[in-house]
């Protein structure tokens, strides 16, 4: 957008597209995203998710900063999720150790791909992910060496120069708050964003294993914090 690039004469002069669900990952990647380039578009994938919440957070969020938002259809993963060739009845589950029920193997892998297609229609050479090898829970297309791989691929594919950038990738939970705050978007990612399994925006409904989690790394970061103020 030409009035981002007015505004910020000392970003990058370069277009990115934030793979973006709504949650604190992907809602600080867009934060760091729009203080590093000029134009900043984000993608969106409706896989049929629990929750249409997920969506409309991630649509509003989208439009508050100002961010053009792209929604692309990937129902066709349902097709594929192990719950759906299995019983059609079995019960969405967030369990503890290792991915939902819902998990999709390659699901980064083609979210990428699908975003790298848009990105370069857009003249955009940055993809952004927040994907995280730190908190690795069993998605090999999250890990860095896989990411890498994929960057190499994608170039190669389409024959144009991608950067995948991944602000995330070696950052524990904590720290990503410490990012956020940096950013100067602790209180919008801490209330205006979607982690929770049950569909709560902000801090969720505090039990399941997602709010869990989120808790955990907000208690760390706030106490680190604590002690260096003090
Ligand atoms: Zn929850």
């Known amino acids: 957008m030409a009035e981002q690039a007015l505004l910020q004469p000392h970003k990058q002069q370069e277009k990115a597209v934030v793979v973006f669900s709504g949650g604190q990952d992907s809602t600080t990647c867009l934060y760091w995203a729009l203080e590093r380039f000029a134009h900043v578009e984000a993608v ?8 249409s919440r997920e969506l409309e957070c991630a649509a509003e969020i989208a439009a508050e900063l100002g961010v053009p938002h792209h929604m692309l259809d990937m129902a066709l993963l349902n097709q594929l999720a192990p719950s759906a060739l299995t019983r059609q009845d079995i019960a969405v589950e967030a369990k503890e150790d290792g991915p939902p029920s819902t998990f999709v193997d390659g699901r980064n892998l083609l979210f990428l791909s699908f975003a790298a297609v848009l990105a370069k229609q857009l003249g955009a050479r940055h993809i952004v992910t927040g994907v995280c090898e730190t908190d690795f829970s069993g998605y090999p297309d999250c890990r860095d060496t896989f990411i890498k791989s994929l960057n190499v691929t994608l170039t190669l594919a389409m024959d144009y120069p991608f950067v995948i950038d991944t602000p995330l990738m070696w950052l ?59």
């Open 44 to 51: 969106t994938f409706n896989y049929g998710q629990r929750h």
């Open 172 to 230: 524990d939970k904590a720290e990503t708050w410490a990012l956020a705050d940096r950013l100067g978007a602790f209180e919008f990612v801490r209330t205006r964003t979607l982690t929770c399994y049950h569909g709560i925006v902000g801090d969720g409904c505090g039990a399941c294993p997602a709010c869990v989690l989120r808790a955990r790394g907000l208690q760390r970061y706030l106490a680190a914090k604590g002690e260096e103020g003090a």
